[in-house]
């Protein structure tokens, strides 16, 4: 352990963590078979269904509406929900731009608070002050499948009479005192993306509980239409925001797998928390009410101290140069260039009452966590065996004894 991997020395890893996806003859075969089937789509197709029940069921919804990514599953979800030109959502800026995409493509206004310090996910305990009589609804992130509190934002949200829109594109599985996310709002939605801890690609799906809720949902993912096809057609001024039986039947298929990688991605969490631990690095917390994270990422939390003083970017290069693929994460979405030079999105803003300017948001516990804490490792690294863990435990213990040589 003489000269860091940076500084020309051996490198801790040479072998490559498990590839991402992971797939099976079985699910060439469930895709092979819709194709000889000739039935790809509506009216003759039943995959789709088939995996809408499916997934709702496994996220403890009564109705799912399977859509071609993620943005759309939120945004016909807020939709559903009567989110419309003029309204706010209250949303963290810890997060991938498709949450706050959604929510201008619509004509509405993200408003963002700041996140807990712990866990990543939004505040509620600053939700309160962010309320306005242009607020409709609120938008919590399941960030890295870490179930946010829902107890307290629901309890917010009923006390205001706002719609609560889950965010749970990164939380496959995940629970709230055992009740899956995307089921506990009013919608969830869900990304079936080819990073996502069960894909086809790309895909969504829209979750929600109340019939007339989904019934406008499927209406705006199907050109307006009622599913049963029955007038009025069209219910509501739709799009064409469907999935194809392709995708549908791959999902069944690599669904079957998804319990067992929930199972070893945890496993390997346990193991590396308990070990990053004793190094003077923190994670994620875990809050306990939270009975089932799906760890499509684990966040870990850097404290430069424990390093002599190197800052978490150089830790980053250091600990990627002995072969642990690793990054930085997020950047507060409020700071994303394309807010200040898109058009649609600066009509937005100049045409509502509050005449919101990002540039003038500072939310420090998000720019903290974003700029010096967060360390990223995702799902395919999690799925990798004792050996595969420990190459990432050793490489973090080098980088620390010779942490002085990287100044």
Same mark, same amino acid.
């Given at each position: 352990?003489?000269?860091?991997?940076? +500084?020309?020395?051996?490198?801790?890893?040479?072998?490559?963590?498990?590839?991402?996806?992971?797939?099976?003859?079985?699910?060439?075969?469930?895709?092979?078979?819709?194709?000889?089937?000739?039935?790809?789509?509506?009216?003759?197709?039943?995959?789709?269904?088939?995996?809408?029940?499916?997934?709702?069921?496994?996220?403890?919804?009564?109705?799912?509406?399977?859509?071609?990514?993620?943005?759309?599953?939120?945004?016909?979800?807020?939709?559903?929900?009567?989110?419309?030109?003029?309204?706010?959502?209250?949303?963290?800026? !810890?997060?991938?731009?498709?949450?706050?995409?959604?929510?201008? +493509?619509?004509?509405?206004?993200?408003?963002?608070?700041?996140?807990?310090?712990?866990?990543?996910?939004?505040?509620?305990?600053?939700?309160?002050?962010?309320?306005?009589?242009?607020?409709?609804?609120?938008?919590?992130?399941?960030?890295?499948?870490?179930?946010?509190?829902?107890?307290?934002?629901?309890?917010?949200?009923?006390?205001?009479?706002?719609?609560?829109?889950?965010?749970?594109?990164?939380? +496959?599985?995940?629970?709230?005192?055992?009740?899956?996310?995307?089921?506990?709002?009013?919608?969830?939605?869900?990304?079936?993306?080819?990073?996502?801890?069960?894909?086809?690609?790309?895909?969504?799906?829209?979750?929600?509980?109340?019939?007339?809720? !989904?019934?406008?949902?499927?209406?705006?993912? !199907?050109?307006?239409?009622?599913?049963?096809?029955?007038?009025?057609?069209?219910?509501?001024?739709?799009?064409?925001?469907?999935?194809?039986?392709?995708?549908?039947?791959?999902?069944?298929?690599?669904?079957?797998?998804?319990?067992?990688?929930?199972?070893?991605?945890?496993?390997? &969490?346990?193991?590396?928390?308990?070990?990053?631990?004793?190094?003077?690095?923190?994670?994620?917390?875990?809050?306990?009410?939270?009975?089932?994270?799906?760890?499509?990422?684990?966040?870990?939390?850097?404290?430069?101290?424990?390093?002599?003083?190197?800052?978490?970017?150089?830790?980053?290069?250091?600990?990627?140069?002995?072969?642990?693929?690793?990054?930085?994460?997020?950047?507060?979405?409020?700071?994303?260039?394309?807010?200040?030079?898109?058009?649609?999105?600066?009509? &937005?803003?100049?045409?509502?009452?509050?005449?919101?300017?990002?540039?003038?948001? +500072?939310?420090?516990?998000?720019?903290?966590?974003?700029?010096?804490?967060?360390?990223?490792?995702?799902?395919?690294?999690?799925?990798?065996?004792?050996?595969?863990?420990?190459?990432?435990?050793?490489?973090?213990?080098?980088?620390?004894?010779?942490?002085?040589?990287?100044?």
């Amino acid at each position: 352990m003489s000269q860091l991997a940076i +500084h020309g020395g051996t490198k801790v890893r040479e072998k490559p963590f498990p590839a991402w996806p992971l797939w099976t003859e079985e699910d060439a075969q469930a895709v092979a078979d819709v194709v000889r089937s000739s039935a790809w789509g509506i009216p003759r197709g039943s995959k789709v269904n088939e995996f809408e029940q499916a997934f709702a069921e496994f996220q403890g919804a009564r109705f799912g509406v399977c859509t071609p990514s993620g943005t759309s599953a939120l945004e016909i979800a807020l939709r559903a929900c009567g989110v419309g030109f003029g309204d706010e959502v209250i949303t963290s800026p !810890y997060t991938f731009i498709a949450t706050a995409s959604s929510i201008f +493509h619509i004509g509405a206004v993200p408003v963002f608070v700041d996140v807990d310090a712990e866990t990543s996910n939004i505040d509620p305990g600053q939700i309160g002050n962010a309320l306005t009589p242009y607020t409709k609804a609120i938008m919590p992130v399941h960030v890295a499948g870490c179930p946010a509190d829902m107890d307290s934002i629901i309890s917010i949200a009923r006390r205001h009479n706002l719609c609560v829109i889950e965010d749970a594109c990164q939380a +496959h599985g995940a629970r709230w005192r055992e009740k899956g996310v995307g089921s506990i709002g009013d919608c969830g939605a869900f990304s079936f993306q080819s990073s996502k801890n069960l894909n086809c690609g790309e895909g969504g799906i829209g979750l929600m509980e109340e019939e007339t809720l !989904y019934e406008r949902a499927y209406a705006f993912h !199907y050109v307006g239409n009622k599913k049963d096809g029955t007038p009025p057609k069209p219910l509501v001024l739709g799009t064409n925001n469907r999935m194809t039986e392709f995708q549908a039947a791959l999902l069944l298929s690599q669904m079957r797998h998804l319990p067992d990688q929930m199972r070893r991605r945890q496993a390997n &969490v346990a193991y590396l928390t308990g070990q990053l631990l004793q190094m003077g690095l923190d994670v994620q917390k875990r809050d306990p009410r939270v009975t089932s994270h799906a760890y499509h990422l684990f966040v870990i939390r850097y404290h430069p101290e424990g390093f002599d003083g190197v800052d978490r970017d150089r830790f980053i290069q250091a600990l990627r140069a002995e072969g642990i693929p690793c990054g930085p994460g997020y950047r507060p979405l409020y700071r994303e260039p394309v807010w200040q030079s898109d058009a649609h999105v600066q009509s &937005v803003l100049r045409s509502h009452p509050r005449k919101i300017d990002f540039a003038q948001i +500072h939310l420090p516990t998000c720019e903290r966590i974003c700029k010096e804490e967060a360390i990223w490792l995702t799902q395919n690294v999690l799925l990798g065996d004792r050996e595969d863990m420990n190459s990432i435990v050793e490489a973090v213990a080098k980088v620390q004894a010779l942490a002085s040589t990287l100044a």
